[in-house]
């Protein structure tokens, strides 16, 4: 059984002017890293790396992971997950005379690979500690011989560690650590069938933790065949603001949907606009159609090649572009605190997206407002959304665009909202439950 705890102590008062990145905040009220009883060698790069408390993520994970359990890590980008799954392993590291490697982390891309072992060598307990990074594109050469003299971590994209597994240049046999990080974007980009052959690879004897930003059904599946008894550490700072934002949603036919756009926009005026569509195809279309009556307007997905996805998300974060639409995926990592509307041109299939997409306006305290288009179709998704948020979204209206009720499926016990009645000739409907009631238990735990 998966068990889960939600931190509601996350800080929030964090000054707004600080660009360093929003979530971590070395003097929040986390636990002090000299209190985690440590090893000193470890203690001591600890605070030369200028860490003093823990982050939340942090404070939640490495007592649990210290202990030994499989641990889920559930946070934003840039809350500290990397030290958060490092520290626990390095505090268990000895001088040893084994090839190696006795630790993995698989991520999905270069860029993280080399940020992460950056991060193991910041931390490592003693200058014997050796970390191979491995990753597509570049370096078999170099990575081919440091594997050759022995390591204790191994940090790699699924694919490259793969063909290393495949030439014999790499073996598993004494990995007792497994780390899957920014797990959710490595099953987005195709990595499952690469991390499961991976995982059936290490012994059985070892610890798993995953962090992720998400945890997707996908994700639940990969956690029951690989993982024991996980606990669930769900830090997700989004279900802490979401109280500050202002919801609403407004019925519109498909059809009108670009037209209510452009409404929304005159009426709101953002500061900074996001803008989420379903797919990738769809963030194109809405762009050619947005450009010539927005000409600030952008689009990032994941068919873009990284380089102009970087480009464009540096004209976000500096405010130069004023308005972004975006996937899912492709919004994963956006720390952009000037966020002061997020639009739901789409509302997102899986239910979860919801509260990650919202959260990124209200950022540090700041209030946000975000605005779903809602097909007449689409009330009982709109419905489900509400369950998962704990509370209703406000209809709003626009010239010429009246909120009328979507279709719902399951009644809320609203006391504005009028019940259905039976239609003659049909059963009558079961009685209504409290919907909230009835989902407290499974949801509680996450508001
Ligand atoms: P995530 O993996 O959650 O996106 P990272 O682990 O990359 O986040 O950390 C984000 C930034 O925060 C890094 O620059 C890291 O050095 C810094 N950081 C992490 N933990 C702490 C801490 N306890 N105190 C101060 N800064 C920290
Ligand atoms: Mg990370």
Partial sequence: MESTISDRSLPTDIDSTDNSPPLVNPAANGTPYRDLRLMKPLLDAIEHAGYTNCTPVQSAVIPAALKGLDVIGQAQTGTGKTAAFLVPFLNRWRPHSLKGPIGLVMLPTRELAMQVAEEAVKLAPSSKFRTVSVYGGTGMQRQLSQLASGCDLVVGTPGRIIDHLRRGTLTLDHVRYVVLDEADRMLDIGFRPDIERILRRCPDKRQTLLMSATVPDEIKRLVNRYMKDPLHLSLSPTNLTVDKIRQTYITVD???????????????????????????????????????????????????????????????????????????????????????????????????????????????????????????????????????????????????????????RRHIDDPDEPRPQPVEGEPPAEPKKAVFGKFKKKYSSRL
């Avoid at 949907?257 to 769809?282: A, G, S, Y």
């Avoid at 102009?308 to 998300?313: A, D, F, G, L, N």
């Avoid at 959260?359 to 209030?367: M, N, V």
Wanted: a positive charge; charged letters at 30%.
């Fill in 254 to 408: 498909k059809e009108k949907k670009f037209d209510l756009l452009l409404k929304v926009i005159e009426r709101e005026k953002p500061r900074q606009c996001l803008i989420f569509v379903e797919r990738k195809r769809w963030a194109d279309d809405l762009l050619r159609k947005m450009k010539p009556h927005v000409p600030s307007t952008y689009a990032i997905h994941g068919d873009l090649p990284q380089s102009q996805r970087e480009k464009i998300m540096a004209g976000f974060k500096s405010g130069k572009v004023t308005y972004l639409i975006a996937t899912d995926v492709a919004s994963r990592g956006i720390d952009v605190n000037g966020i002061s509307h997020v639009i739901n041109y789409d509302l997102p299939m899986d239910i979860e997206n919801y509260v990650h997409r919202i959260g990124r306006t209200g950022r540090i305290g700041k209030d946000g407002v975000a605005i779903a288009f809602v097909t007449p179709e689409e009330g009982s998704h709109l419905t489900e959304i509400e369950i998962v948020i704990n509370r209703l979204i406000e209809p709003d209206s626009i010239e010429g665009f009246e909120a009328s009720a979507p279709k719902r």
